[in-house]
């Protein structure tokens, strides 16, 4: 923090620091709290391990933006009955709830593991050659659909002490209790640590809401296979990120790259498009002028889907909250017979859920199912959607995931034919002669 005001050497300035550190506590509390330079506490960086929280809470914690994660992954670990009986269950009047809950959770891991006893069998007949492992992920990756999202896990997370701030007071605005156990841990064990990088952790006033009395719009207008809306696009993308692109290279103002660009012909702009493009690999990043490009989408996806699309932090979501009482179910459930436990087992929550959202609506989410569908609003610029559609729309990505990025790519490609023209999964990167020809325009 004095290394913006000091002609000192920061190894100067950190052995000092070290010798001094009640009174380099109070230069941080007043560099960051008093003066407001907020940022400096971002050079604290916390890993942390997060053992035994709910699939459910881990939404609080990863919708953070300036944050790593890395969650135990329901596609590659077979996992056992071990969820979260929330404590509000605890309480007298609850009782016979919480009786029914655990024997819901309890069938519902059962179904689990017959479902993935059946699917591996399946898949042993029907790749004989294929490692068991690999046979049994996919495996898990279909049974995983049933499991509630009070399903224990564990993650690492890494965070500066800002991030940090921000998550404290995301957990005491939470109603869980298992959120507010979360802080406490966290809390006292980083005030041992750093007590001037981090303040204010409590639950302000402003919640962001209002009544939605009288403002009910009416149903979802979803079709059942419908997974992907356009709500809105921009106009002429590709000349905007060309004229973005010269603007760059060249003394001009933004307007007069913009009628440059308007005026070229077809044959020249796809001729410069070429040009961009020549050399792409699958590592490689769209410049900044892609993010000028913006796009946003309606998506209804099953919430294991959601699990990894949140974990694009650059975009921005906007979940739903309210319960659908849809599901995804995998094809392969069917397959192999048990359609039917999981329709009635699906039953079975949805009538367990409506209850508890009649006494105890904040717990009914733990409820829900891996399967359970919602919708999100999502806005993502072009740059973050080639991201995204490289990982996802891969031969190796999970099979929703995988279908909702080739219906991203689909509906972006109509409205950016050139700027989209290497939108796709690292397994499918076209050749230039295959997108635009072996000959010079």
Known sequence: ARISRSEKSVTQLRAEALQELAKSRQSNQKIIFKLGHASVAEHAVFNFDVLGISR??????ETLRLASFTEKSQRYVTFTKDYVVPAELDAPLHGKLKGEYIQVLDALFAEYKASFEALAKRYAAEYPDMKIRDRECLAKEDARYILPLATKTQLGMTLN???????????????????????????????????????????????????????YPGNDGFKPDETVRIVSAPSQPD?????????????????????????????????????????????????????????????????????????????TFIKQQAASGQYVLPGAIQDVDR??????????????????????????????????????????????????????????????????AHELERAVSCFAPHASAFLCGKSELPSLADVFGGQKD
């Open 161 to 215: 002490a800002r991030s940090l701030e921000n998550l404290l007071r995301r957990l005491a605005s939470s109603p869980y209790y298992e959120a507010d156990q979360l802080r406490s841990l966290l809390l006292s064990s980083v005030e041992k640590i750093c007590p001037s990088l981090v303040r204010y952790t409590e639950a302000g006033e402003f919640k962001g809401t209002f009544s939605t009395k009288g403002l």
């Open 339 to 404: 359609l039917e436990h999981w329709d009635a087992l699906a039953d079975r929550v949805e009538e367990l859920g409506s209850r508890l959202r009649k006494i105890a609506p904040d717990l009914s989410p733990y409820l829900r199912l891996n399967a359970s569908k919602v919708k999100v609003l999502a806005k993502m610029n072009l740059r973050e959607i080639y991201h995204f559609i490289r990982l996802r729309a891969d031969e190796h990505a999970q099979w929703e995931i995988n279908v909702l």
């Open 239 to 315: 000349d905007m990120i060309l004229a973005a692109l010269l603007y760059e290279q060249t003394a001009a103002d933004f307007s007069k790259c913009r009628k440059k660009v308007g005026n070229l012909s077809d044959s020249d702009k796809r001729d410069l498009w070429k040009q961009f493009f020549a050399g792409i690999q699958v590592w490689d990043k769209m410049p900044r002028a892609f993010e000028l490009i913006d796009f946003t989408f309606e998506l209804r996806l099953s919430e294991s889907c959601w699990a990894q699309l949140k974990r694009h932090r650059m975009g």
């Open 56 to 61: 459910y809470l881990t939404e609080t914690l």
